[in-house]
Nanobody, 120 residues
Framework: QLQLVESGGGLVQPGGSLRLSCTAS????????IGWFRQAPGKDRDGVVC????????NLADYVEGRFLISRDNAKNTAYLQMNNLRPEDTAVYYC?????????????WGKGILVTVSS
């Protein structure tokens, strides 16, 4: 059973950067698509970006372009979300998820999430 654990969240000032990590155990990550999702306070969980097992990337939100970048290191069984030029509206719990294909909803395996707070 694939298990995912997010790390790297915390408090950052507007305009700052964070890199989230999603480390897998129980199985190798290389055959899975990895998605990042977020849930802002009082809102539904939404897709951010997804990378399939071949490295193809699908942005699931308009704000990703030019600010967020997904990557993966299969040797470390870890995926990353580099977030730059962060804004207060990026404050949310961020989740990574895995499945055999990218999907905006219903990916099979989920981490517990990690809080990112953007505030001065």
């Amino acid at each position: 059973q694939l298990q995912l654990v997010e790390s790297g969240g915390g408090l950052v000032q507007p305009g700052g950067s964070l890199r989230l990590s999603c480390t897998a155990s129980g199985s190798t990550l290389d055959t899975y698509a990895i998605g990042w999702f977020r849930q802002a306070p009082g809102k539904d969980r939404d897709g951010v970006v997804c990378m399939d097992s071949s490295g193809g990337i699908t942005n699931l939100a308009d704000y990703v372009e030019g600010r967020f970048l997904i990557s993966r290191d299969n040797a470390k069984n870890t995926a990353y979300l580099q977030m730059n030029n962060l804004r207060p509206e990026d404050t949310a719990v961020y989740y990574c998820a895995a499945d055999f294909i990218c999907a905006e909803y219903g990916m099979d395996f989920w981490g517990k999430g990690i809080l990112v707070t953007v505030s001065s």
